[in-house]
């Protein structure tokens, strides 16, 4: 994990509602305000110098206040960005993360991005309930953080531009130029997880992606690396917290707003 930066701030802080199309990328930017970012259709992808966090619709992302972020958006996302003004963050955590989405929660965050009028104070008070709600600990099994060492800087970016490769360690020891004793111990002690648990998150980020786009369950699972469906539905739920099918079932169910606002808009 790397240290905490505190890039430039640039620009206001985003907040509204909008549909995305399919590979959308915000480039990397900071905001003076905390970001709250949940597609309430679609899924979506959020970067910064802590790694990577998918998000699908049962999970919303954090970024607080002056921290570098990028986002990339998977199939045709209904997003939602919810900026929280920098004077309110002291109830959550000082790095970014992924919390899981209650019921509560969505309600709050698609009303605090829809269309209707509210007053600064019926805002703040709304925007008090979500933080409430998001608790006082992230969840954490969607995270693929990024190396700083270099030999596994190497070999992470071997496994992302191939995700199903059933390459072994060793062997990517050899590619990278160094063993994989040496390996083992830096994804333990950079990432903070085996390599198993690291290109088993890094599937599942892939796997999400392609099954927002519609693929079956089981052209995912042969794509992302699994030998059978029923290995990859295990590890899916076990991560995500739902079946690849109930996933793709949720997707887009729920009644949406017809708002329409600018995603790059400044207003507060």
């Known amino acids: 994990m790397q240290e905490d930066r505190q890039p430039p701030v640039t620009g206001m802080t985003p907040r509204g509602a909008g549909w995305l ?5 915000l480039e ?66 000082g790095h970014p993360c992924v919390f899981a989405v209650s019921p509560l929660l969505r309600e709050g965050i698609l009303a605090l991005t829809g269309q209707k009028a509210r007053s600064a104070d019926a805002e703040r008070r709304l925007r008090a309930v979500v933080i409430d709600e998001l608790g006082e600990v992230p969840e954490r099994p969607l995270h693929l953080p990024e190396p700083g060492d270099d030999r596994l800087r190497a070999v992470t ?13 060793a062997e990517l020891g050899r590619a990278a130029g160094t063993s994989e004793r040496t390996l083992s111990r830096l994804f333990r002690a950079n990432l903070g997880m085996s390599f198993h648990r690291w290109r088993t998150i890094l599937r599942i980020h892939h796997a999400l992606f392609q099954l927002t786009d519609g693929g ?9 690396g699994w030998s059978n469906p029923s290995t990859f ?15 793709q079932a949720d997707l887009g169910g729920f009644p949406l707003s017809t708002a329409r606002l600018p995603v790059d808009s400044n207003r507060r």
Do not use: K, M
């Open 21 to 25: 199309p399919r590979g959308y990328h």
């Open 233 to 247: 539905i295990e590890a899916f739920t076990a991560v995500v917290g739902q079946t690849p099918g109930r996933y």
């Open 28 to 93: 990397s930017h900071s905001h003076p305000d905390g970001q709250l970012v949940y597609a309430a259709a679609g899924a979506f992808a959020t970067t910064t110098g802590y790694g990577t966090w998918v998000a699908p619709a049962n999970r919303v992302t954090w970024t607080p206040p002056g921290f570098e972020h990028s986002h990339r958006f998977y199939g045709r996302t209904d997003a939602r960005i919810l900026a929280v003004p920098s004077d309110e963050c002291g109830a959550l955590v």
């Open 157 to 169: 970016d071997l496994l992302h531009a191939d995700p199903g490769r059933n390459t072994t360690l």
């Open 216 to 224: 079956s369950v089981t052209d995912t699972a042969i794509a992302c």
